[in-house]
């Protein structure tokens, strides 16, 4: 059917009119194309000047949690030191109560007793 509407057209107008005709359709559908074109680059320009924000926030971000986590990891390391010498003592005050001669004993009040075996 739209073939033969090309035809009847044909015969009405004449052929460099036609061509024209149909020269400037295609100009147009091109310029709509261009046009369509143009929009989507503006858009995927938008989208990655966002994109480059989010990442230099994010990579903000990443350098603030990265100082927080060494500054977690010497807190950590302090606190592990200390535990380690605090251990440390009570080893070796639970090794001098225990090679203390039963002669150095005497009785123990039962609260306080329970308290020094808790530890």
Known sequence: MP???????????????FIGLLSLTGV????GFIRHQQHQINLLNHAKAELVLRNQELASENQQLGRQYQKTMAAYEALSKKRQLIKNKAQKVIKRIRK?????DA???PVLKDALEAL
């Open 3 to 17: 073939v033969t509407l090309a035809l009847r057209l044909f015969k009405y107008f004449s052929k460099p009119l």
């Open 28 to 31: 147009a559908v091109g310029l």
């Open 100 to 104: 203390a001669p039963k002669s150095a």
């Open 107 to 109: 009785p123990l009040a």
